[in-house]
């Protein structure tokens, strides 16, 4: 531990700083250098914890962590995937997070596209170490010959270029933050030789902030089942922006196809052949209690033609001639597992059926089921699959193309993985429908019919389509 003196900077140290800053977010850099020069102390996390909007509120009179700069609860996480857009504060969230980690692990890996990025963004950038840590009051030493950075209390980060993925084989780490990893020339080099060394401490795990790109590599680390996708857009944090940086990628993607990858932080995906597309996916918000009616779509691991030992499970709900799909909890479980799972969500959503597809063994599913059903005593719908998954799931398709199915997760639960399935699975390709597009048909079908449910004239004026972008802030045109 160093010298307590040690760890503030002096006036003259925040000015050098100030100085070393260049680039877009220079105001918001005077901002935060009065702040330390007055001697204030920022908490990033705030007592309201992921409910919190960031604005300033009492005992924090400032902008600070946003819900969704928060780390993803449980800590059943490898990765945490901070897919955001430009601007939206992926860079100041890794910097927050590496803080709090240095607390809990001796070792850190900082790795950033180059020997640049690392000195201008991650280290000295206005959302960098240096800053967030000054702004808790903590002072980080710096040494770049060295490509080291000590933490008050000793923990030690080093750095790492993506240019040089060689130089992490061998060093080991409890926790590493990557910084915009979808853009690094040799990532699968870099990640196995990272992942062979974060073996310290007890719970090893990475940060990743990053916009996205539909790479091999992004695409599998997202679809992992301990990955956690956050996503961000550049509006949710607009206020913090500065003005002139604000305006320019505005008025260069809004309204663009890539604007959503670079402002909505998607993954775009365009597999041709897909079932679905893009553009069908539409997110809404809903009360679920206001639904008519709700149902959990399940198909088991192990039926028939299936190659995946997951169990999908999917909450959908209907209210008039509009569905949304409320949950996914697909994931590798054992019969008694799923069937906690079925029941915890039925209760959970209130729900009022269980569409479950037989598997190979005749009505074990049911018999499943029955066994763990306590005091609920729900319906279960048991459906045999006859036609090929692709025609079945043609009239679902078909509503999702007339907006008339809606996506929006109330819970802490997130549909990206349901989503990048429904862009990605081909049937053509011989591949067997995933679990979770299964699960979702399944309830879709229960709620919707085959499609041939008469058009009901809506207040939105029947065929409309809702517009907005998939994911994350609606602008108010
Ligand atoms: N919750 C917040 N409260 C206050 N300021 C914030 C918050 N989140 C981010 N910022 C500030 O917003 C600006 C942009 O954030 P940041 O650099 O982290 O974004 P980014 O997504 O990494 O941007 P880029 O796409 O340029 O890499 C910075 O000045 C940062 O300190
Ligand atoms: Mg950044
Ligand atoms: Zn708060």
Redesign the pocket.
């Given at each position: 531990m160093s010298d307590p003196d040690d760890q503030f900077l002096t006036p003259e140290e925040v000015l050098r700083m100030q100085d070393s800053l260049t680039g877009?977010?220079r105001e918001?850099?005077a901002r935060?250098i009065e702040a330390i020069l007055r001697g204030e102390r920022r908490a990033w996390y705030c007592k309201r914890g992921r409910k919190c909007d960031?604005k300033p509120h009492e005992g924090y009179m400032?902008?600070?962590?946003?819900g969704d700069?928060w780390p993803p609860p449980g800590e059943d996480w490898f990765a945490w995937f901070l897919s955001?857009?430009?601007?939206?504060?992926?860079?100041?969230?890794g910097a927050e997070y590496t803080r709090r980690m240095a607390d809990r692990v001796s070792r850190i890996a900082l790795i950033a596209p180059t020997g640049a990025d690392i000195r201008d963004?991650m280290i000295e950038?206005?959302?960098g170490l240096q800053?967030v840590c000054a702004l808790a009051g903590e002072k980080i030493k710096w040494e770049p010959s060295k490509r080291r950075v000590t933490f008050p209390n000793g923990c030690i980060a080093t750095t790492f270029s993506a240019e040089e993925p060689a130089r992490l084989r061998g060093p080991q780490h409890g926790f590493a933050w990557l910084?915009?990893p979808a853009h690094y020339p040799d990532i699968e080099e870099l990640w196995s030789n990272l992942l062979f060394g974060l073996r310290l401490g007890t719970r090893p795990h990475v940060t990743l902030?990053s916009?996205p790109l539909p790479t091999p590599w992004v695409r599998n680390i997202q679809e992992r089942e301990d990955t956690r996708v956050v996503r961000v857009s550049t509006y949710a944090?607009i206020d913090?922006?500065?003005a002139t940086?604000r305006d320019q990628v505005v008025a260069e993607f809004e309204g663009t196809r890539k604007g959503r990858q670079e402002l909505y932080g998607e993954l775009l995906l365009d597999v041709e052949g897909a079932l679905w597309q893009e553009d069908f996916l539409h997110r809404e918000p809903v009360d679920w209690r206001e639904l008519d009616r709700i149902v959990i779509g399940v198909d088991p691991a192990g039926a028939a033609n299936k190659r995946s030992d997951e169990t999908g499970i999917v909450v959908a709900g209907r209210k008039r001639d509009t569905a949304w799909v409320l949950h996914d909890s697909t994931g590798k479980y054992t019969p008694r597992q799923w069937s906690d799972e079925v029941y915890r969500l039925y209760s959970l959503y209130e729900a009022d059926a269980i569409v479950v597809e037989k598997n190979f063994g005749g009505d074990m599913v049911k018999d499943v089921l029955l066994k763990d059903q306590g005091d609920l005593n729900p319906r279960i719908i048991v459906k045999h699959a006859q036609r090929s998954k692709a025609i079945s799931a043609a009239p679902v398709v078909r509503l999702y193309e007339q907006g008339r199915v809606l996506h929006y997760p109330p819970m802490q639960n997130d549909l990206s993985k349901l989503e990048m399935e429904m862009l990605s699975w081909v049937p053509s390709s011989g591949a067997p429908s995933p679990n979770r597009i299964d699960a979702m048909v399944w309830a879709m079908t229960e709620l919707m019919g085959n499609g041939g449910v008469a058009r009901i004239a809506t207040p939105r004026g029947g065929n409309i389509r809702p517009t907005g972008p998939l994911f994350g802030f609606r602008r108010s045109a």
């Open positions: 877009e977010h918001e850099a935060q960031g400032y902008s600070h962590a946003r700069q955001g857009g430009r601007g939206s504060g992926k860079t100041r969230t963004t950038g206005v959302s800053y910084d915009e902030t916009t944090n913090n922006l500065a940086f």
